[in-house]
Each structure stands twice: as structure tokens, then as C-alpha cells.
């Protein structure tokens, strides 16, 4: 897609170092390298985020995901990895191409503190809510 950065990316206009690639992903460093070896993994082809991936493209992302994740904590040493991915604004994406973020961890200094804010549960309102997700899933 036009004026996609990591459409570029795949098409070699913009280089990338690359750590993996088939016909159907490619997965190279993030720029930013949050931790040493920050890895993006991409579907070759264009799509805005996971909620507009079909089954296919998601298949072709995710199966792909565990290899390169052991290839990245292989290389790098890590302890262990933090695997995201931020779909729309207001989950943080800034580029609009579909890609997983995998961070690898080293220790428990390396300044990423990813916390989910528990609450008390109220399991009837949890009930109600899983009810209505489930009855949306085709
Ligand atoms: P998002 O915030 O959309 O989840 O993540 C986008 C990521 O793409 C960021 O971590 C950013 O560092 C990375 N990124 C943006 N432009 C480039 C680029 O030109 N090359 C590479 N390798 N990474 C990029
Ligand atoms: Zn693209």
C-alpha cells in the first residue's frame, strides 16, 4: 500500500534489518529497540491491525510467531519475552500496517512495566459481559 512504511519495508524501498522472511511475513528489528533484539513480525500483506485480519492472515502471522520468537531469545540470551500488539490510536499503534511487537527481557530493571490494574470481580457482571462477547464471535 501506498505510502505504508512497512509495505516499503517489505518491498526493499526502506531498509530493514531483517531476521526472518517467507512468502508470507517478514519479521525485522524495531528501530526503537526497546530491549536489545525488539522484533516486528508483519504479514506481507497490507492490513490496518488484528481486528481486520482474516483467518488466513492470521495464520500466517501466528504460526510463524513462536519460531521467531525462540530465534530472538536464542540470539539474545533473554530470560523471557513480552509479545504485543497495539491496535488502533488509542491502544498506542502508530503505524497502520499490522505487526507484533516481540520484547525480549533481560532483567527486572530494564525500565518496561506492563501492569494490568486488577479490580474486584463481580462474576455476575462478568457473566453478563463474556455472554455478550461470545455471542459475538463467528
Ligand atoms: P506501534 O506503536 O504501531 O505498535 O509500533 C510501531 C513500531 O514501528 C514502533 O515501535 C517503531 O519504533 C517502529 N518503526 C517505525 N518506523 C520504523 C522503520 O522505519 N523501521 C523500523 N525497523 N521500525 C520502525
Ligand atoms: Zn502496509
Known sequence: MENCIFCQIIAGDIPSSKV????????????????????????????????????????????????????????????GMNIINNNEKIAGQTVFHAHIHLVPRFNENDGIDIKYTTHEPDFQVLGKLAEQIAKEVV
Open 20 to 79: 526472518y522472511e517467507d512468502d508470507k511475513v517478514i519479521a525485522f528489528l524495531d528501530i526503537t529497540q526497546t530491549t536489545t533484539g525488539h522484533t516486528l513480525l508483519i504479514p506481507k500483506e497490507h492490513v490496518r491491525n488484528v481486528l481486520d485480519m482474516d483467518n488466513t492472515i492470521a495464520q500466517d502471522v501466528f504460526s510463524r510467531l513462536p519460531k521467531v520468537a525462540r530465534a530472538i531469545q536464542k540470539a539474545t540470551g533473554a530470560a
